[in-house]
Nanobody, 122 residues
Framework: QVQLVESGGGSVQAGDSLRLSCQGF????????MAWYRQAPGKQREWVAR?????????DYSDSVKGRFTISRDNGAKMVYLQMNNLRPEDTATYYC??????????????WGRGTQVTVSS
């Protein structure tokens, strides 16, 4: 099973950019569909972006970040990234890395990192 550690959060001004990183530890990282979620104070955790596993590698984004954020992965390095451009105060949240994989034996593995804080001031 994979373990995940996020980094790259910080405090920035509106319009700035940040790149979040998620380091995976363990086997079968490339098999996992990887995603970023975020949770603002007093709100539910929401999905931000997803990148599929293997040679597919297709991506999709929530409407709130489409055109500003880009998710990517490097399976050799067991890394997933979230490039965030043109940040807005409403992007302020704790950002979590998530990995999800269902084995050929129909066993589901769903893993979360501990999160990294992003604060955007106006």
């Amino acid at each position: 099973q994979v373990q995940l550690v996020e980094s790259g959060g910080g405090s920035v001004q509106a319009g700035d950019s940040l790149r979040l990183s998620c380091q995976g530890f363990g086997v079968a990282f490339s098999m996992y569909t990887m995603a970023w979620y975020r949770q603002a104070p007093g709100k539910q955790r929401e999905w931000v972006a997803r990148i599929k596993s293997g040679s597919d590698g297709s991506t999709d984004y929530s409407d709130s970040v489409k055109g500003r954020f880009t998710i990517s992965r490097d399976n050799g390095a067991k890394m997933v990234y979230l490039q965030m451009n043109n940040l807005r105060p409403e992007d302020t949240a704790t950002y979590y890395c998530n990995g999800d994989w269902t084995s050929p034996y129909d066993e589901n593995y769903n893993v979360w990192g501990r999160g990294t804080q992003v604060t955007v001031s106006s």
